[in-house]
């Protein structure tokens, strides 16, 4: 009886991951780095001086906030990788723009109760309406360009 309760609660839990869709570091966002940019910025190649080869947590990524808000804005707006290069799908950038929008700025000032799975659910129009820069000015503790 008590192992049926536990089976269902585990069953539970996983349709429940699996339903959400919310992109994980590891599983999602990790593997986009490593398809589309490692050839020139990782694995030893550091192209523009760049080099992935020291993030594999996220708390790593947490450590560089001014670096990957350049990444983050390179993604978003299409400027890596190169053009002439194997292309991320529009759907692919946005995950990881918003996930890094996410991990970088957790407080979405503008969004009741801002979870992570939250943000998954904006349609199009949301997401290109919200404000073009941070909310949360005062969290970036680098200076602004
Ligand atoms: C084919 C090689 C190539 C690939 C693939 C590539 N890049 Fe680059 N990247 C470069 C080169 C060359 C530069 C430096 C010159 C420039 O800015 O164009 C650069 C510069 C950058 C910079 C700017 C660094 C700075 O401090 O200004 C960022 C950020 C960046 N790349 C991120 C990425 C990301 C993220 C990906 C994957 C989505 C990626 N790149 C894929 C070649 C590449």
Not at 60 to 82: A, F, R
Request: charged share 25%.
């Amino acid at each position: 009886m008590v192992r049926a309760a536990l089976l269902l609660l585990l069953l539970h839990a996983t349709v429940l991951s699996i339903v959400s869709g919310t992109p994980a570091w590891k599983a999602d966002v990790l593997p986009f780095f490593e398809n589309y940019c490692y050839d020139c910025h990782g694995d030893g190649t550091e192209k523009g001086d760049l080099s992935l080869d020291g993030y594999f947590t996220e708390a790593s990524v947490l450590k560089d906030i001014k670096v990957w808000d350049t990444i983050k804005y390179q993604v978003e707006n299409w400027v890596m990788p190169p053009p002439n290069k194997a292309q991320p799908t529009p759907t692919e950038r946005k995950m990881v723009a918003t996930y890094l929008e996410n991990l970088l700025y957790p407080c979405d000032c503008d969004i009741p109760d801002p979870g992570r799975t939250t943000i998954n659910r904006l349609n199009r129009e949301q997401y290109d309406a919200r404000p073009r820069r941070h909310r949360c000015q005062t969290h970036r503790h680098f200076p602004s360009r």
